[in-house]
């Protein structure tokens, strides 16, 4: 049976004390064994990446002095997401048993070869799986360039609202940068004055590995083709890593913070499923089942398929709109719903007093 896509750029205080469907369900996934882990399929995924990493090294290696090279830092931007990808799982304790495991992976693969701050993914992802589209609660609706709520594209000044003004059209072309932009941020939290778990071995991670990455680039190729390398490399991670996670939640249903939704209508409402079979749960890290993965945040991949029958099953008996679409559709909403949050900017270089009145 075909299930509806939910109503669009919908900010809703759901009914409190709903009852909620969720404790069946996850007795009927506990009981298919589907919150079992699938250590054959990480290790071989593991094993997979790293000979893939070493692929590309041998290749950089031979080519030389080559504007070829450009295809190595291509497939090295495709490489590193994937490991952040079985980075996200780890964090998520799907891969051991051991919670210490789990985190010992995750911070290898995050901080030692993505080069991402594993603290400060781990404390902005929990709160956003424990608010998922809830303003002034979800982290992931914090203004970075681009606004994701009315309320902050209304507070945009100078050429932060000028951006945010067209952010619709700007937002797949502003990916490009997200790369570098995930790199600073887990340096400036590493050296930063916060909370940091395990600083000094985060440091040492970030610092060893940027040198391990980018020492061999400039010491191997002349100076032009080591950066036209180094960018290639960081546009192809950061829309590879943007363009996976925008389709998960953007233009779905948002919550205010004073609203109680169940835990099982909150998680659902709020995100989106992607269809497309392996392939498409290949391409996005697993990510192309968000539903499942809120509801069920410790469970492997290759369980998501399974769970997601009787999730749209359960949301059926609930009265629950569960959103599965297309990936071009989905980004079709999302350039919508942006485009929508992006008119409430300010207009740059009009006269104050002719904005206020709504002169256009």
């Not at 290898?108 to 929990?126: F, I």
């Not at 002034?136 to 000044?157: C, H, Q, Y």
């Amino acid at each position: 049976m075909s299930l509806e896509a939910a109503p669009r750029f919908r900010t809703t205080t759901p009914r409190t004390g709903a009852p909620s469907g969720f404790g069946p369900l996850l007795a009927q996934v506990k009981d298919a064994g589907l919150l079992r882990r699938a250590q054959v399929f990480y290790i071989s995924l593991l094993t997979t990446l790293v000979l893939a990493l070493g692929g590309a090294i041998a290749g950089f290696v031979l080519l030389g002095d080559s504007w070829f090279q450009l295809l190595i830092a291509a497939a090295l931007g495709v490489i590193f997401t994937q490991f952040a990808f079985l980075g996200h799982e780890a964090s998520h304790r799907q891969v051991f048993s051991s919670n210490k495991a789990n985190d010992a992976l995750g911070r290898a693969l995050a901080s030692g070869v993505v080069g991402l701050s594993y603290s400060w993914w781990m404390n902005k992802h929990t709160r956003h799986h424990g608010n998922p589209n809830v303003v002034g609660k979800d982290p992931d609706l914090d203004i970075d360039t681009v606004s994701f709520v009315d309320a902050d594209a209304r507070s945009a000044r100078g050429a932060r609202a000028l951006i945010t003004r067209h952010q619709g059209k700007l937002f797949f072309p502003l990916l490009a940068f997200e790369g570098i932009n995930l790199h600073v941020k887990s340096f400036i939290h590493a050296f930063g004055k916060g909370k940091v778990d395990n600083r000094t071995m985060e440091i040492i991670l970030l610092v060893t590995r940027m040198a391990v990455v980018l020492i061999p680039i400039f010491l191997v190729l002349p100076l032009g083709m080591a950066f036209a390398f180094v960018g290639v490399q960081l546009v192809v991670f950061g829309a590879y890593m943007g363009l996976s996670f925008a389709p998960n939640h953007i233009g779905m249903t948002m919550f205010t913070v004073d609203a109680k939704p169940d835990f099982l209508r909150k998680q659902i409402l709020s995100s989106r499923n992607i269809r497309g079979g392996w392939g498409m749960t290949i391409l996005m890290g697993g990510l192309n089942f968000q539903i499942e993965h809120h509801l069920f945040p410790s469970m492997a991949r290759p369980h998501l398929f399974a769970a997601r029958r009787m999730v749209r099953d359960a949301s059926l008996r609930e009265g629950i709109v569960y959103t599965e679409t297309t990936l071009v559709e989905a980004y079709r909403v999302v350039i919508n719903y942006m485009k929508t949050v992006g008119h409430s900017a300010p207009r740059v270089f009009e006269c104050p007093v002719v904005y206020q009145y709504g002169r256009i």
